[in-house]
């Protein structure tokens, strides 16, 4: 069997005018973790990659460390939700800036339940997909991954949302268990699936074994 290994990305700019854009801790994180795979000598017969900037970072930077990496494919469908437009929807008025921990803590309850009520079917966030098409977008990539790449090494870099989402889908979680997932994964964190041609199998989940050591100390980041 081939494994898919599925990539959060690194740190980006939580609190700024751009979230989209990998921090210099992102950066660093995203080598690293291709630095850690070429010293093991892992290859990828195939990459996806969702289409947000930080995505797009993390892999060049994945690249960078491994010394290379096939050309990937784009996939719109690994792309994150509106984290913005889904807290609107329950919160209509501005939150300041999560500048102190009440106040970041105070902006993911509102987003967990927003997204709770969104896969229940009961908000639907201005200019967002359904949570069902959201879901299928996320199932549609792993049938890809299935259909071709049994036997297979391949590399996926995306967001904690669909990455959740592909963990649901591969365990059939109930909401709130692929939500508690999506606030759990760590950036640049590697999730991995068995490729099998009837199915995906889970192998691990959120795993950091390329931070291990004191000289990465501070390196683990979550946003």
Known sequence: MGTLYLVRHGQASFGADDYDQLSERGQQQAVRLGAYWRERGLQFDAV???????????????????????????????????????????????????????????????????????????????????????????????EQVRQRHAGHNV??????????????EVLST??????????RLRNSAVTEFSIAPKRLMMQTFNSLTHLDGPQYDGWITHA
Do not use: K
Not at 155 to 168: C, D, E, K, M
Not at 174 to 183: D, F, K, R
């Open 48 to 142: 996806l990659c969702g289409t947000l900037r930080r995505h797009v970072q993390t892999l060049a930077g994945i690249a960078e460390g491994l010394g290379g990496a096939p050309e990937a494919l784009s996939l719109p469908e690994l792309n994150e939700y509106d984290s913005l437009a889904l807290i609107r929807a329950v919160h209509p008025s501005p939150l300041p800036a999560p500048a102190t921990p009440e106040l970041y803590r105070q902006y993911f309850r509102l987003l967990c339940d927003a997204l709770a009520q969104w896969m229940g079917g009961t908000l639907s966030p201005e200019g967002m997909p359904s949570w069902e098409q959201f879901r299928g977008g996320v199932r549609d990539a792993l």
């Open 155 to 168: 590399l996926l870099v995306s967001s904690g949302g669909p990455i959740s989402t592909a963990v649901g």
């Open 174 to 183: 109930p909401a709130e268990v692929t939500i508690a997932l999506n606030m």
